[in-house]
């Protein structure tokens, strides 16, 4: 990958924060849009604004339009059977709400959670994939389970295996952490999951910006993740959905649109996805993530998914494996610093918890990250939206350098000299 060239689709790259170039390393938490998506974004307001599915005009048909291939370019990216698979909704965080009320609202048989059965988590889900299934189980009377990691970082499988029974109705995994980095065997998990006839739903709002990721090789019923972690503007996220699955579950909001037949008492639904889509959608969004041809101009407007593609994820992956291996070596390079995860690049992605240990006490994250602020390095700071896994760690709050495919290896060298200094003279001067 050409990175000069890929840095120049990014202008805010060439902000400066007190005087220093920005090194932008908080992509975990949400990552830059290019030149090509934000134009796309404003093409569709510019040219091509009207509501969907309801104006016959020229302007409501192209909306309509280009708002359906957003879905098939998603549907393509992830390997969906069908475009009607992809429901667009706000973010991840929807997603996951989406399913946990489906079921819990849900047809009599397994898709309505009831007192008795159990669902699974990981102890390094974000608070989107934990939240949900509390209330759960305050409303359905469901049993939470929950998988510990090994020292290594990594998903401890025999303890999941060991929570599966016939009582479990779901699984819910993150395929990768966005704390620990590390990469979960989703395969693994599903098989196991099918095996004790439940239902694996898979959070991937830190795999998918950053893996080849196919519904098929993660044979999953449910897929969740972000547009804005993937280059696409903040609003727009996808939940996929095994149609099966799909066609039987409640639906979630409703209103307009979501709906087939309405009288003074009673409504029926209309087709996948618009049943899970009720109400005025973010087209612009939806195009910006999965990009669509205006067949008035013949032009392509370029999504996220389309410029990701056009770098090939295979490329993406190996860059920011190579960022991530360094990071790590250099991180643990620095005397008095800790890093969270599979030490094993390999098993990870490129989010990088640490901490840093000076003058007997582990540092404030919040402190070392306004430091790093002050020479331009942007990291993030705190409990990562994972208070359960932090807890599990035993710290309060780590700091996170997280790496996207713009990054580069100065800018990971000039982290690391920064830290250093920062832990050699800073803190001890505040000590
Ligand atoms: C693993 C994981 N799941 C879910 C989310 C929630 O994403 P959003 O805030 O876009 O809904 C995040 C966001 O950081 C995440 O890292």
Redesign the pocket.
């Known amino acids: 990958m050409d990175i000069q060239a890929i840095r120049n689709d990014f202008p805010i790259l060439e902000r400066r924060i007190h005087g220093h170039p920005l090194i932008y390393l908080d992509n975990?938490?949400t990552t830059h849009k290019p030149r090509q998506v934000l134009e796309t974004w404003h093409a569709c307001y510019t040219q091509h604004n009207a509501n969907i599915h309801r104006s016959p005009h020229t302007l409501g048909q192209e909306a309509s339009d280009l708002y359906e291939q957003a879905h098939r370019g998603v549907a393509r990216y992830i390997g969906a059977e069908s475009w009607r698979q992809v429901v667009f909704v706000?973010?991840?965080?929807?997603a996951?709400n989406l399913v946990a009320y489906s079921l819990m609202h849900g047809p009599s048989g397994r898709l309505r959670l009831s007192p008795g059965d159990e669902i699974v988590l990981t102890v390094m889900?974000?608070h989107?994939?934990w939240v949900p299934w509390q209330l759960a189980r305050d409303e359905c009377g469901v049993t939470l389970k929950v998988v510990d990691i090994c020292a290594d970082g990594t998903l401890d499988l025999q303890q999941l295996q060991a929570a599966l029974s016939e009582r479990t109705r779901l699984v819910c995994c993150?395929h990768?952490?966005?704390v620990l980095g590390t990469i979960n065997p989703v395969r693994e998990i599903g098989r196991l999951a099918h095996a004790a006839g439940a239902l694996l739903l898979v959070?991937g709002?830190?795999s998918v910006p950053h893996l080849p990721v196919t519904v098929q090789e993660l044979d999953c019923d449910f897929l969740?993740f972000?547009g804005?972690?993937m280059l696409a503007p903040m609003g727009i996220?996808v939940l996929y959905g095994r149609a099966e699955l799909l066609e039987q579950m409640a639906p979630f909001l409703r209103g307009g649109d979501m709906i087939d037949q309405v009288n003074a008492q009673t409504a029926t639904w209309n087709r996948l996805p618009w049943k899970f889509e009720a109400g005025t959608p973010d087209v612009a969004g939806a195009v910006a993530l999965g990009g669509a041809i205006d067949h008035a101009s013949g032009q392509r407007l370029v999504g996220a998914i389309d410029y990701l593609t056009g770098l090939g994820m295979e490329a993406v992956r190996s860059h920011e494996l190579e960022l991530t291996s360094h990071l790590l070596r250099g991180l643990q390079a620095v005397p008095g610093v800790r890093v969270f995860g599979p030490s094993s690049p390999e098993q990870r992605c490129g989010v990088v918890a640490f901490d840093v240990h000076s003058s007997g006490e582990f540092g404030d994250a919040h402190l070392i990250a306004e430091l790093l602020n002050e020479e331009g390095i942007a990291v993030r700071a705190g409990g990562?939206?994972a208070y359960p896994l932090l807890s599990r760690l035993g710290v309060p709050g780590t700091l996170r350098a997280s790496v996207y495919l713009y990054n580069t290896m100065a800018e990971i060298d000039r982290l690391l000299d920064v830290l250093q200094e920062i832990i050699s003279h800073k803190l001890v001067a505040l000590a």
């Open positions: 975990a938490a706000r973010n991840g965080t929807e996951i889900e974000h989107s994939n993150t990768v952490s966005n959070d709002a830190q969740a972000s804005h972690k996220g990562h939206c």
